[in-house]
């Protein structure tokens, strides 16, 4: 059986800081493949298969993945997701605009697959519907990031949105990875703790709620574990932190370790990734 298998959109991402403004291949489905690749080095013990979905005219993305030794399987789409954040001088804030979007995934296009680790690279709310969702959950340990599923795109302007029927989905998610606003907006309450609670009622095993530069708290087991950021040398590019976060705390419990011992090592990857433009 496969260790891990991550279910997400490439997109093409204009990303624009202070610093500059460059076009580049992203999403969860981008920075959560190059990091585990960069992670892995020269092991083979970890086996690793992305399923992505992107328009034909953007395979070079997939072909330089594929150059790179990541096993990548295609899921023909008419458009690629093109993306466009623009943050300012504080990396932990963005306005995002969507200029396309590709076909969601359903489970008749994922037939056969089974993992010990499922990865949803969740970036909207339609990417995966409740069906296939509930389906994946028999395949493997689920793991999402709530953020796709809390926003949806209104001409271009990606805005806020309640996950539907988010009682019965999160009955099937084992990891759930969320920030501060999106598990206030999920839960309709401020006190985090108590929102972690909440998850863990509706049936989430592990909540990871990542706060920026404030680190980052886990909820697993009815506790809760403090996990303080790592500082990087210099901050260059938040796109795909909270990517690169999920990646590195399955790499470590993937290998046995308890929540706690996973989420510092994931805080620390997040902080190199934050040092520049790309994936970890």
């Known amino acids: 059986m496969t260790d891990i298998i991550c ?37 083979t013990d970890i086996s690793y298969r ?8 953007d395979m070079e993305a997939v072909d330089d993945m594929r150059r790179e030794g990541i096993e990548v399987e295609v ?23 969507v200029r396309a979007k590709a076909d969601p995934f359903t489970r008749e296009k994922l037939e056969g697959v089974s ?10 709310a339609d990417d995966f519907d409740l069906e296939t969702l509930r389906w994946l959950a028999g ?13 949806e795109v209104r001409g271009e302007e990606v805005v806020a949105c309640d996950w ?10 084992d990891i759930l990875k969320v920030n501060e606003h999106e598990i206030a907006a999920l839960t309709g309450l401020e006190d985090q703790r108590r929102a972690c609670k909440l998850l863990a009622e509706w049936g989430v095993k592990e909540v990871l709620l990542t706060l920026g530069s404030n680190g ?50 994931a805080s620390a990857i997040a902080s190199k990734k934050l040092e520049a433009s790309g994936p970890f």
């Not at 993992?115 to 909207?124: D, F």
């Not at 790592?230 to 470590?252: E, F, L, S």
């Open 7 to 43: 279910i997400g959109h490439i997109t093409h991402d204009r990303i624009v800081t202070p610093e500059r403004d460059i076009h580049m291949p992203g999403g969860t489905a981008y920075y959560f493949s190059y990091g585990l690749r960069h992670l892995l080095g020269s092991r």
């Open 50 to 57: 992305l399923i992505t979905s992107l328009a034909p005219q």
């Open 139 to 151: 395949r493997g340990t689920l793991v999402v990031d709530a953020q796709g599923y809390l926003r």
């Open 216 to 265: 980052s708290i886990v909820y697993a087991d009815s506790c809760f574990h403090d996990i303080p950021a790592c500082k990087p040398q210099r901050v260059v590019d938040a796109t795909g932190c909270g990517d690169t976060y999920v990646m590195a705390y399955i790499y470590r419990r993937l290998q046995g370790d308890d929540p706690a011992p996973a989420a510092h090592f």
């Open 115 to 124: 993992a010990r680790y499922i990865v949803l690279g969740t970036l909207l």
């Open 164 to 173: 539907a029927q988010k009682r019965e989905a999160l009955r099937y998610v």
């Open 75 to 97: 899921v023909p789409s008419r458009e690629t997701v093109y993306f466009e954040n623009i943050y300012g001088e504080d990396q932990d804030n963005r306005r995002q605009r």
